[in-house]
């Protein structure tokens, strides 16, 4: 850009020209789909002027017009910045969306080339939808036709499945409506169902503890809410009705009455908060509140009904609003979120040390979990919150746990917790997902196998005839190391 300016010096007309910097735009940053297992390769598009472009994580540089290959794990927003000379930015985020390889509570559900495999509890059809003893091994579940399965999440009773034309399917047992159908009344569904009051979805979430709700992301990047129930309560779930509704089958607008959210959603996630991430790296919380679950400065027993921006007082946020963040978890204790920069904030109970942090004192701020520092070789590329435990994948492959370890669920070989996060070992040198379940982890290698470790009362850790048992016969409640599931993978 060029600065003008006329000067009259000794009777001469002096004209000054000064070069100034231009000032960085972004027209577009979009996402391709991801590629093929193992590395699920994405495609990173952006189109801008007036600077120098880099992508995080990764410090990944870009050049306006020119794709880059990027290798996530899971689910994860990506954020361009472009700086000029004069250290102006721009910013701005695109998400690259990913098949859920494991979700898991009591029960354990996978997707293999678009089927869908269970393993686990099946009391009341928590698996499949017909009642049986528990599974012990890998079962086809369901299949659809000519459609695939491109996700699936569950909550400790019922399963949610994205189909690849932007339907959702449910089944299990459903008390509270939290799959989406209007039984109610603890009926298993048999089969699986499609769900007329959900279409053009790109993400779900399901939580169970104190409340059952389930959440759904649609493509126009607004958040829809329903179930959330235990007869005559209300946790805040369900937005402005909750008080009124408590209970519903009907998908409730949650973020369309926020003006920040209003179209601004690209990532979710259920627990005792519900979170979304938006698009400008922000994340938001509504719902129970009472040991900070919200990460919004406060800790009340009233539910939040309308989502609240999370903060921190950390110094690397001076307006206090934690930002810059590319993924999101939470649990029935906490909640978490990977920043572009690859590092993890937690907020909430705290109760099994889940946030790194000894002792037990609840956060209504998000506080950075110290992990290995991140540099321009090393991040932590996704994060994964179990019920009092929490798991981080380093993009190097390497798995890192901490919080509670009742049933060898951190997979250090022990039962003793652990707030400060330790690498897992026992496991293959690349891993390329991770799972925290109820009291039970997952990771999934770069040849697809899947290892299990942690709390396995109900074969949820699907290893057959290898589970492991004790003097008398009957197998252990718990396995503390990393074991391979047998005769099965997931590509």
Known sequence: MLFTSKRNILGLLVTTVQL???????????????????????????????????????????????????????????????????????????????????????????????????????????????????????????????????????????????????????WGYEPYYEAGYAYGNGTAMIKPTVDANLTKVLALAAFHYSYDYSLALTNDHNVWAWGAGKPGGAGGYLGANDATIKLTVIPQAISKPVPQLNGHVVSIAAG????????????????????????????????????????????????????????????????????????????????????GVSPYLASAYAIQVQLPAPTNSRWVSAISAGSSHCLALMNDGTVWAWGNNAYGELGDGTHTSNPAPTQVTGLPANIVAIEAGNQCSFAVASDGTIWGWGWDNSYQLGLGSSTPKGSNGIPVSSVPTPTKIPGFTLW
């Open 272 to 355: 005792t908060a519900a979170l979304a991430l938006a698009d400008d790296g922000t994340v938001w919380a509504w719902g129970r509140n009472d040991y900070g679950y919200l990460g919004n400065g406060m800790m009340s027993t009233t539910p939040v009904t309308t989502p609240a921006q999370v903060l921190s007082q950390d110094s690397r946020f001076p307006n206090g609003i934690l930002d810059g963040i590319a993924a999101v978890a939470a649990s029935s204790m906490d909640c978490y979120a990977l920043r572009s920069d690859g590092t993890v904030w937690a907020w909430g109970r705290n109760f099994n040390q889940t946030e």
């Open 20 to 170: 100034t910097a231009a000032t960085p735009v972004i027209t577009s940053f979009t996402a391709g789909t991801p590629g093929a297992a193992p590395n699920f390769a994405t495609t990173l598009t952006a189109f801008f002027s007036g600077g120098t472009g880099v992508v995080n994580p990764g410090n990944l540089p870009i050049t306006s017009g020119i794709p880059v290959t990027v290798l996530p794990r899971m689910a994860t927003r990506y954020e361009l910045t472009v700086t000029n000379s004069t250290q102006e930015t721009a910013t701005l985020g695109a998400m690259a969306y990913l098949p859920t390889l494991i979700s898991n509570s009591n029960h354990t559900m996978a997707i293999k080339n678009g089927v869908v495999y269970g393993w686990g509890n099946n009391a009341m059809g928590y698996v499949n939808g017909s009642v049986s003893a528990a599974i012990q091994s890998p079962a086809k579940v369901a299949t659809f036709n000519s459609l695939v399965a491109k996700s699936i999440v569950t909550g400790i009773t019922w399963n949610l499945c994205l189909i690849n034309n932007g339907t959702v399917q449910g």
